[in-house]
């Protein structure tokens, strides 16, 4: 009977440390985070198992951000820590701009936004060599946020405003809710209410607002939505971009 038994499947083995890491990516994505936690925990040990070095500074680099939409920040730092120091000794740039972008994230969850700036200088630094645009967008947008809590609100404008149009350009319709939400916060410290209303009065009504957000970008959101209210909304999109489009043209009145 012995040589019908099926193989044992080598749980250290890279197609099934790969297949954990996917379920875990795919769990992450869709912010079901309870068994993305799960699937990457199960994909570091078996990676630690089996000497996978890349693999594990990759998933270090995930529980970062699983940790980070938890608004676990001190284990968010553990593994966003981690996973820098070895992307920086693999020279591997990519994770590198990743993990430094989720690093100026995690400053901003910890109030230093100009530590986070810096994190967010290195990642638009970096992104040209990786090719990836969209590092781009995190990097501006990252830096907005950061100018915003430094009082630079004029200067945050346009590195916001570049942000959402590459969300635009490549079809990011939840990084474009983010990007709207601290546009909406450059409004109300712009004093432009009826726009900064009318974007969080579009934004209150869509179901898909908060599912990219970080805790400090939903502390923004209800900061705007405390302070103008959510009663007039913008018809869609195109209607929240041109409105606000208009706040380059605005002066800082502080």
Do not use: C, W
């Not at 996978?52 to 970062?64: I, N, S």
């Not at 809590?149 to 990011?172: K, Y």
């Amino acid at each position: 009977m012995k040589d019908r038994m099926q193989p044992t499947q080598d749980l250290a083995g890279p197609q099934h440390v790969a297949e954990l890491f996917r379920l875990g990516r795919r769990h992450e994505m869709r912010h079901e985070l309870v068994p993305a936690r799960r699937f990457f925990e199960q994909a570091m040990a078996a990676a630690k198992a089996g000497g996978r070095t890349e693999m594990v500074m990759e998933v270090h680099a995930f529980l970062g951000i699983v940790s980070l939409k938890e608004n676990n920040l001190g284990s968010a730092r553990i593994h966003l820590e981690t996973a820098l120091a070895m992307a920086i000794a693999a020279e591997n740039a990519q994770l590198e701009a990743y993990t430094r972008q989720e690093t100026g994230f995690l400053l901003l969850g910890e109030g230093k936004p100009e530590a986070a700036g810096g994190e967010f200088l290195r990642v638009l630094g970096l992104a040209p060599s990786v090719g990836i645009v969209n590092l781009t967008g995190n990097g501006l947008s990252g830096l907005g946020v950061a100018f915003l809590a430094l009082g630079r609100t004029s200067e945050a404008v346009p590195l916001l405003l570049g942000a959402l149009g590459i969300r635009t350009e490549i079809g990011d319709l939840e990084q474009q809710h983010v990007d709207l939400v601290h546009l909406a916060h450059a409004a109300v410290l712009l004093d432009q209410k009826m726009v900064a209303g009318a974007v969080a009065g579009f934004l209150a009504s869509s179901p898909e607002t908060r599912l990219g957000m970080y805790a400090h970008d939903r502390r923004t959101f209800d900061l705007v939505t405390a302070a103008v209210g959510t009663n007039q909304a913008a018809a869609g999109f195109d209607e929240a971009r041109l409105l606000v489009a208009s706040l380059t043209t605005i002066e800082d009145p502080r």
